[in-house]
C-alpha cells in the first residue's frame, strides 16, 4: 500500500501570501510632528525589525505630510514589538499612535457623498420628523410659514 507524500512546504513566493492588512505586518502611525520625515520616522522604527515600506501621505496644498504614516514591516513580529515599545511614546514632542493598519472603514458607495443616496435623506426625515420627499407643496408652504412664524419674521 502506496502512502501519500506529504504536502509541499509553504512557497516564499509573494502570490501565496497573505494581503498585507491580514497578515498583521502594517501599522498606523499617528500624531507625527511637522518635522518628522521618511528617514526620521524609520531611524525610530527600524530597531524593532526589518522595515519593508513606509508611506506618508502629503497635503500637497500645505506642502508637508498629513501627520500620519503607514509602516510595514517583513515580520508581524516585529509590527507587534512595535506597537509594543511604540504607542503612546514620544517622537518630536508629540504623543504617537501606533496600531495594526485597518482597511478604509469609509468605503460604503465608493466614492459618492452621503447625501447622495434616498437612505440619507429617509434617516434624516425620520430624525426630524419632517417628510422631505412629500411633493404637497401646500404642506411645505404651511411649513415655511410656521418657521416664520416662530422665528418672528413677517411676510
Excluded: C
Excluded at 509573494?14 to 502611525?29: A, C, E, I, T
Excluded at 497635503?59 to 513580529?77: L, S, T
Excluded at 482597511?103 to 466614492?111: K, Q
Amino acid at each position: 500500500m502506496a502512502s501519500t507524500p506529504p504536502p509541499p512546504p509553504p512557497s516564499s513566493s509573494s502570490s501565496s501570501q497573505p494581503p498585507v492588512l491580514q497578515s498583521r505586518r502594517s501599522l498606523y502611525v499617528g500624531g507625527i510632528a511637522d518635522e518628522v520625515t521618511q528617514v526620521t520616522l524609520r531611524a525610530a522604527m527600524i530597531p524593532f525589525g526589518p522595515i519593508k515600506s513606509i508611506e506618508m501621505p502629503m497635503d500637497y496644498a500645505a506642502g508637508k505630510h498629513k501627520g500620519f504614516a503607514f509602516v510595514e514591516y517583513n515580520d508581524a513580529e516585529d509590527a507587534n514589538e512595535a506597537i509594543y515599545n511604540l504607542d503612546g511614546s514620544e517622537l518630536y514632542g508629540r504623543v504617537l499612535t501606533v496600531n495594526l493598519a485597518q482597511r478604509d472603514r469609509l468605503n460604503i458607495h465608493s466614492n459618492k457623498a452621503v447625501w447622495s443616496t434616498d437612505e440619507f435623506f429617509q434617516a434624516s426625515s425620520q430624525q426630524d420628523n419632517v417628510d422631505y420627499t412629500s411633493q404637497d407643496n401646500n404642506n411645505n408652504n404651511t411649513m415655511v410659514e410656521k418657521v416664520l412664524r416662530e422665528e418672528g419674521i413677517s411676510q
